[in-house]
C-alpha cells in the first residue's frame, strides 16, 4: 500500500515546485497605476514579476499537480518531509503594459509535518508546510533592462483531509489488508499570512491575506493502476493594506487528473494534468485584466529507500498560459515515517 506520506511530501514539493509563481506577477505588476510606469518606476514592475510569484506561492497552489492526494495511512502514522524545487520559464502580463522578455528562476526549499487521525471512526489527517523561497527575474519594461533578485519566508501552509467513502479509520493490521477500491475524500488547505511583509513595500514574500481551498476528490483503483480526479476553489481575503490600498481576488476554479501505476510496493509513476481558471483582481475597487485560463502537465515517480524512507521526483511544464508563468518545474522531496507500530 502506498502511505500518505505522498501528500506531505506533495505539500512540502508543491512549495518547491513553484509552478505558479507566476500568478501574482501579473497581480503585483497591475497593482501598480499604469500612470506610474515611467522609468523611475520601471524596477519596481519588473520586481513585481519576480516577488509577486513570492508573495502568492498560496495562489500558486492553483498550478499544482498532486496524484493521490487522497490516499490513506494508518492512524497514528507521523512523517517529517524536506523539499526543494526550481522552476524557470517565461512570464506573461496584461497586453496593456509595456513589459517585454520577461522571464525568472525560482528556488524553494521546504519543511513539513503529517500525522494520520481517526476522525468520528473515517481515515483522516493534518499536515503543515514552512517554506522559504529565493529567486531572481530579469526583462524590460519601456526598454529598460531589470534583474532583481528577492528570498524570505513565505507563508505557512495547512491542510486537513477526510476520508467520506471507502476507507475507515485504521491501524496497521487492518491496514495491511486494506486493498482500495473507490474512495471519496474532502480537503481544506489553508493558507496563512506568516510570511514576510511590508505594507510599505511594493515587492514583499509574504501575501498579507488568508487563503482557503476546499476540494473533493475522487480516487479508484483498478489493478496496479489508480485515477484520480479533483474540483475545489481558492477563495481570498482582502489584503487591506496593499501600499496603503485595499486589494481583493475573485475565486480561482481548479481541478486535477491523475492517472498512477503501482511498479512495486510504495514504488509508483503518475502522469498529471490541471486546469485553472479565475483570478481576477480589483485594487481599490479598479478591476485589473488579469483573468487566468492556464493548464500544466507533469509527471511524478515515488521512490522507497527503506520501511520507514523515501523520495519523491516531479516535473512539470506550461501547457496552455494565457497570464501568469510558463515554467518548467522540477522538485525532490525526501520523506521520514513512524509511528503506529512501524
Known amino acids: 500500500m502506498i502511505y500518505s506520506g505522498n501528500r506531505l511530501g506533495r505539500l512540502v514539493s508543491r512549495y518547491a515546485s513553484i509552478s505558479g509563481f507566476v500568478r501574482l506577477s501579473l497581480q503585483e505588476t497591475q497593482g501598480v497605476e499604469r500612470r506610474r510606469l515611467n522609468r523611475n518606476r520601471a524596477a519596481f514592475v519588473i520586481c513585481v514579476a519576480l516577488a509577486a510569484a513570492l508573495i502568492h506561492m498560496p495562489r500558486a497552489d492553483a ?160 489493478g496496479n493502476w489508480t485515477f484520480d480526479v479533483y474540483g475545489g476553489a481558492w477563495l481570498f481575503t482582502t489584503n487591506e493594506n496593499f501600499q496603503g490600498r485595499t486589494k481583493s481576488q475573485k475565486p480561482i476554479g481548479t481541478a486535477q487528473f491523475h492517472m498512477s501505476y503501482d511498479l512495486a510496493p510504495r514504488l509508483w509513476v503518475a502522469f498529471n494534468a490541471n486546469f485553472f481558471t479565475g483570478g481576477k483582481t480589483r485594487v481599490d475597487g479598479t478591476e485589473r485584466m488579469d483573468f487566468q485560463r492556464n493548464s500544466r502537465l507533469g509527471t511524478t515517480v515515488s521512490i522507497p529507500v527503506d520501511r520507514r524512507q523515501s523520495v519523491k521526483i516531479a516535473f512539470s511544464t506550461g501547457a496552455y498560459t494565457t497570464i501568469g508563468g510558463d515554467f518548467n518545474s522540477v522538485a525532490i522531496a525526501y520523506q521520514y515515517l513512524w509511528g503506529a507500530g512501524l
Open 63 to 222: 498550478q499544482e499537480l498532486e496524484p493521490r492526494a487522497y490516499s490513506v495511512s494508518p492512524v497514528g502514522v507521523n512523517i517529517v518531509a524536506l523539499g526543494y524545487g526550481r522552476s524557470v520559464g517565461d512570464l506573461s502580463f496584461d497586453p496593456t503594459l509595456p513589459i517585454e522578455d520577461a522571464e525568472a528562476t525560482i528556488n524553494a526549499s521546504s519543511v513539513g509535518y503529517f500525522r494520520a487521525i481517526n476522525l468520528l471512526g473515517r481515515s483522516a489527517n493534518v499536515a503543515v508546510a514552512v517554506p522559504y523561497l529565493w529567486g531572481n527575474a530579469q526583462g524590460r519594461l519601456g526598454g529598460e533592462f531589470q534583474s532583481p533578485t528577492r528570498s524570505g519566508l513565505a507563508d505557512t501552509r495547512l491542510r486537513f483531509a477526510v476520508n467520506l467513502v471507502g476507507a475507515p479509520a485504521m491501524n496497521l493490521k487492518q491496514f495491511a489488508a486494506y486493498r482500495q477500491k473507490t474512495n471519496l475524500g474532502f480537503s481544506l488547505a489553508v493558507v496563512a499570512p506568516t510570511g514576510q511583509y511590508d505594507p510599505n513595500k511594493l515587492i514583499n514574500v509574504g501575501s498579507n491575506r488568508w487563503a482557503f481551498r476546499p476540494e473533493l476528490g475522487l480516487s479508484r483503483a483498478v
